[in-house]
């Protein structure tokens, strides 16, 4: 068991930002529940973190999509007397065709994962948090929330509803001592480009948008904790995100409807 006695719930935490946080967390001596659908890659994670950090790491395998995963997921902590005092909603990913043109099935699924279950295990956990007069909620936003809007995808959309439910949370939960914090990362080295199959269009984009994992965890600890209900890690995204946010609909409209660059995370 560790010292630290705080417990962090990390969705997504198979690969890239969420096995990142459940490193750096680890290091830090919090006990982890790591939860995402590849149950070996959970496994041999968590092997890894309890031999080198002498923590407590329970995993289980869950799909987001489903609408029953995060009741699930939290009667699974209520089963091995856990108690969330971190929450890392990081799970996700983004549609690769126009909204007109994708079953609605998928759309359903996206809605499900990155909408409906951040916002129901966030709900889950906040009694919990309030009881105890502690908790930390980051809520994985996109740069991509604070750029012109763009057309076909739902990605920006998803990821400007949870830049501002986070706000709205921090404003609510600040008095009971929980924080909240949207991250919005760019461009960031993963497995997402792999999986969203847009690999050979990420490796186009020039080097000085990419941001390593490890950098953007620790940004958003560190503003979570500071009480910062918005994180923009690396200052090319800070730029970036300053000088995209401001343009007034009607440039935007001249830029063309399906301007947006940061469709992808």
Same mark, same amino acid.
């Given at each position: 068991?560790?010292?630290?006695?705080?417990?962090?719930?990390?969705?997504?935490?198979?690969?890239?930002?969420g096995a990142c946080f459940a490193r750096f967390l680890a290091a830090q001596g919090h006990d982890l529940l790591l939860v995402?659908? %590849?149950?070996?890659?959970?496994?041999?994670? !968590?092997?890894?973190? +309890?031999?080198?950090? *002498?923590? %407590?790491?329970?995993t289980l395998a869950a799909?987001?999509?489903? +609408?029953? !995963?995060?009741?699930?997921?939290?009667?699974?902590?209520?089963?091995?007397?856990?108690?969330?005092? @971190?929450?890392i909603n990081n799970a996700g990913l983004s549609g690769k065709t126009a909204f007109s043109e994708t079953p609605w099935? #998928?759309?359903?699924?996206?809605?499900?994962?990155? @909408?409906?279950? #951040?916002?129901?295990?966030a709900h889950r956990v906040l009694p919990g948090m309030r009881?105890? *007069?502690?908790?930390?909620?980051?809520?994985?936003?996109?740069?991509?929330a604070l750029s012109p809007p763009g057309g076909s995808l739902l990605y920006s959309g998803i990821k400007s509803y949870v830049l501002l439910m986070s706000q709205s949370l921090d404003m609510e939960l600040k008095p009971y001592g929980i924080h909240v914090t949207a991250l919005?990362?760019?461009?960031?080295?993963?497995?997402?480009?792999? @999986?969203?199959?847009? +690999?050979?269009?990420?490796?186009?984009l020039?080097?000085?948008?990419?941001?390593?994992?490890?950098?953007v965890v620790k940004e958003g600890w560190t503003a979570v904790n500071k009480g910062q209900p918005i994180c923009v890690p690396g200052? @090319?995204?800070?730029?970036?995100a300053a000088s995209m946010r401001p343009i007034p609909t009607r440039i935007q409209y001249f830029l063309g409807k399906t301007f947006n660059p940061f469709k992808e995370s």
């Open positions: 068991m560790s010292s630290n006695n705080t417990t962090a719930l990390i969705t997504g935490a198979s690969a890239g930002i995402a659908r %590849r149950e070996q890659r959970l496994q041999e994670l !968590a092997t890894e973190l +309890r031999a080198q950090y *002498g923590i %407590r790491c329970e799909d987001l999509t489903d +609408r029953h !995963a995060p009741k699930a997921i939290m009667d699974y902590t209520t089963e091995q007397g856990l108690e969330i005092d @971190v929450l099935d #998928v759309l359903d699924a996206e809605l499900q994962l990155m @909408v409906t279950a #951040v916002t129901e295990l009881a105890r *007069g502690f908790g930390r909620i980051i809520n994985l936003s996109s740069i991509a919005c990362p760019g461009f960031t080295h993963s497995e997402f480009h792999d @999986v969203m199959g847009t +690999r050979d269009a990420a490796n186009h020039p080097s000085i948008l990419w941001q390593e994992p490890e950098a200052t @090319v995204n800070k730029l970036l």
